[in-house]
């Protein structure tokens, strides 16, 4: 079963956007989780994680505006984004962490920022 990540779409820079991303509960329960991202022409990079019982960390380029959580209960994981820049224009996924799961990378939701 793939992950449903839903919340993207178009908003210009210095928006907001919440991303939230549903798995089966197999998936989910007792796992790190993150957020990842893809932009145009560039490698997948991880944006932000979290552990099972809610330590969390950041890329360097997203800390301080992005904030990531999760409900175990709903087996979901979120991205609140803030003060939302250009470069953060790309294809938002999530998966386990620190190991993704190959085939679990699902479609993603497409986040667009324009300047």
């Known amino acids: 079963v793939q992950p449903q990540a839903s919340g993207g779409g178009l908003v210009r820079a210095g928006g907001s956007l919440r991303l939230s991303c549903a798995a089966s509960g197999t998936i989910f329960s007792g796992s790190g989780l993150g957020w990842y991202r893809q932009a145009p022409g560039k490698q997948r990079e991880l944006v932000a994680t979290?552990?099972?019982?809610?330590?969390?960390n950041y890329a360097d380029s997203v800390k301080g505006r992005f904030t990531i959580s999760r409900d175990n209960a709903k087996n979901t994981v979120y991205l609140q984004m803030d003060s939302l820049r250009p470069e953060d224009t790309a294809v938002y996924y999530c998966n386990t962490y620190p190991s993704p799961l190959t085939n679990f990378w699902g479609q993603g939701t497409l986040v667009t920022v324009s300047s």
């Open positions: 979290i552990a099972w019982r809610g330590s969390t």
